[in-house]
């Protein structure tokens, strides 16, 4: 196995994988002849990741066999941490069973990660008809569920039909109740099927862990159902 990330590329490759400690503490990584594969669920069991790379997104990839590599995800965060903005990232796997990162530009680091035999099993996930589909703007979602993980521990999703609203409404024991009403108009896109959608709860530490991921992309889609 031998991969190439561009400098260009290697900013996005870096926060992929450099906040899946939140969720878990090993990943396996599936090597596949046409793209990498990350699948997984977080320590308890309630929120589940997927990391699908297809071989054109690298510099070069090379894959003699379908493999995997069972990572520790702690290890390659603090790793990941140390590369500087302008270096490409090498990966190899090693005859010893390590997995080799370097990163290369006027400098050059390299660190050998061992790695792990993990049971895994990859879930077959099916698609969903969901009853409210929303595109916001990443940073804007991020501040807000950070507010709402500093408040509480519970995040209610509701609708307000007469004000077309999104209302999202975080209980706390302590310190009451935080409302924050979204209008239908601030979002880059919103589909509600009002007959159907009921209000939604959900733990908000682990949308805060999602929200993470928020430079990745400009914009992030969320489907309720």
Partial sequence: ??????H??????TQLFQYLKAFTDVIVVQLLEDRLYVQGM????VSLFEINLSSEWF?????????SMGINTT???????TREQNQNVYLNKTDEDLLSIIFDSDEKNEYMIPLIDVDHEIMNITGNEYNLEMTMDSKKFKHMIDEFNNFGSNLKITYD??????????ESDNMGEMMVHVNLEDMQECAINEEEFQTCAYSVKYIHNMCQYHKIS????????
Avoid at 1 to 6: G, K, V
Avoid at 8 to 13: I, P, T
Avoid at 161 to 170: D, V, Y
């Fill in 161 to 170: 039909g007469e004000h077309e609203k999104i209302m999202m409404i975080m």
């Fill in 8 to 13: 260009l590329k290697s900013d996005v490759f």
């Fill in 42 to 45: 977080d320590n308890a069991h």
């Fill in 75 to 81: 290890i390659l965060s603090r790793i990941l941490s």
């Fill in 1 to 6: 196995m031998n991969i190439t990330i561009s």
């Fill in 218 to 225: 400009k914009h992030v889609n969320l489907y309720f159902s």
């Fill in 59 to 67: 510099e070069s990839y090379h894959v003699q066999k379908n493999e």
